[in-house]
Nanobody, 123 residues
Framework: QVQLVESGGGSVQAGGSLRLSCAASGYSYNYMGWFRQAPGKERDGVAALGSLRRTSYADSVKGRFTISKDNAKNILYLQMNSLKPEYTAMYYC???????????????????WGPGTQVTVSS
């Protein structure tokens, strides 16, 4: 049984940093990603880790966020620096056995999701 559990969210002031973690159990997936959803908005891809440890980032977070994975512990991370108030959202971890190249930041491509962790950035 696949289970994804996020942690590390919280409240921080603009310019601050947070590190999100996603503990995966039941399977080790090659394709994993972080998504966020603000109230009334769609779930958008933030960062993804694919085959051969390649990464993909949304333009809005390039240079600020870093996705990584500890394969031994099966934990996915998202280091978030220089946070902005517009980054306030629920952040979700997602995983799937396979996601086509170029589609890693599309929520519909992932079948397994965690319950999410709230990130609030105040100005």
């Amino acid at each position: 049984q696949v289970q994804l559990v996020e942690s590390g969210g919280g409240s921080v002031q603009a310019g601050g940093s947070l590190r999100l973690s996603c503990a995966a159990s039941g399977y080790s997936y090659n394709y994993m990603g972080w998504f966020r959803q603000a109230p009334g908005k769609e779930r958008d891809g933030v960062a993804a880790l694919g085959s051969l440890r390649r990464t993909s980032y949304a333009d809005s977070v390039k240079g600020r966020f870093t996705i990584s994975k500890d394969n031994a512990k099966n934990i996915l991370y998202l280091q978030m620096n220089s946070l902005k108030p517009e980054y306030t959202a629920m952040y979700y971890c997602a995983a799937d056995p396979f996601v086509s190249t170029g589609r890693w930041l599309l929520a519909d491509e992932y079948n397994y999701w965690g319950p999410g962790t709230q990130v609030t950035v105040s100005s």
